[in-house]
């Protein structure tokens, strides 16, 4: 028996609830949540297994397991079945709360909550975590990397290299392009006999990845998405990707967490895996190794599920940008004005 006695979280709301935990089903009784045993692996005119399509991976599982939930790999059918609806509860409430007035010139916030689109369930493998190697959920940081991100987001004002490469509408990067977000958690992809293209639906990237074994591009050309190889292990597709520089964040949206500004180096090397078990459902599978950033390899696992009826639509994000030069205009405004304040 395990019983939750802390604070709720959006992984952990069952103790608001009242329940008793049950013991967590294990990894392999979670993959069977998903696997579909009566369903055959669609193929494409040339044999390959065919993953195409629009897919998707909002969620409210969080990166990295909470405190609350240590020791819980996996939640059960009951514990999910109750965060989901708490969801429900939650954004009821949202909706109906009134109005609020703000001072002239108050914060009055973000994107509201009709922009927003990061979820309304949690992973169906039942998962507490993205991260799912190491064992405990949590990515294995070295200090100097949470200090760097650390210094970049005090310091986003002072300089546009402070600022993510998302803000500045170039590229989340790989993985970060496939991680969710608040919203635009959609993914088109397409096959040729030679080719896997993937379309991310944030920013404007798409990936169009060589079925090849032919040799990666000289180390000294670095690039935001890396340069990427694919081939297949049965009816798994393997995508390598490396020759990054080191410009770029493992993850920029606060989805990430505590992940959110970790830079990369030029070191990083990430292995995706994409399988297809059921005609709604690919596991998608990444492992992120970057020696000078973490102590050891650490691995992320999601379903991507089927969303056929979506619509992806330009994502102009850099057209009409303004977010850049406002943040640091202002900033120096605020540094201006904190200069000429006599001293106390």
């Known amino acids: 028996m395990r019983t939750l006695t802390t604070p709720p979280t959006l992984i952990v709301v069952l103790i608001t609830l009242g329940c008793a935990l049950i013991g967590a089903p294990s990894a392999t009784a979670q993959v069977e949540r998903v696997i579909d045993t009566t369903w055959t692996m669609p193929r494409t005119a040339d044999g390959q297994p065919d993953l195409q399509g629009l897919w998707g991976n909002k969620t409210l599982t969080p990166m990295e397991r909470p405190d609350a939930a240590e020791g819980i790999a996996f939640l059960s059918d ?41 979820g309304d369930t949690v992973l169906s493998t039942g998962q507490t975590s993205l991260i799912v190697d190491p064992p405990n959920g949590r990515a294995p940081i070295k200090p100097w990397a949470l200090e760097a991100k650390a210094y970049n987001l005090a310091h986003n004002g002072d300089h546009y290299q402070h600022m993510s490469v998302w803000d500045r509408c170039l590229s989340r990067g790989v993985p970060g392009s496939m991680l969710p977000a608040g919203y635009n958690n959609t993914y088109r992809i397409v096959q040729t006999p030679d080719h896997i293209v993937i379309q991310h639906e944030m920013i404007h990237d798409v990936r169009i990845i060589p079925l090849s074994d032919r040799p990666f591009i000289d180390a000294d050309i670095r690039q935001w998405m890396g340069d990427a190889r694919a081939h297949w292990d049965a009816d798994v597709l393997v995508v390598e990707t490396k020759n990054f520089h080191n410009r770029g964040w493992i993850a920029s949206s606060s989805a990430g967490a505590r992940l959110k500004g970790i830079p990369t180096s030029k070191a990083l090397h990430v292995v995706e895996r994409y399988h297809r078990v059921a005609a709604d459902t690919i596991i998608w599978t990444v492992t992120i190794d970057d020696p000078n950033v973490y102590t050891r390899p650490w691995t992320i696992s999601m379903p991507l599920t089927a969303e056929p009826d979506y619509e992806i639509f330009e994502y102009a994000c850099h057209e009409g940008n303004y977010a850049v030069p406002n943040a640091l205009s202002g900033q120096r405004v605020i540094d201006a004005r904190g200069a000429s304040t006599p001293a106390q």
């Open 78 to 118: 009951e514990e999910m079945a109750a965060i989901n609806q708490q969801r429900v509860v939650d954004e009821q409430a949202r909706d109906d709360a009134p109005a609020q007035r703000y001072d002239a010139g108050a914060n009055v916030g973000g994107y509201g909550s009709y922009w927003l689109d990061s």
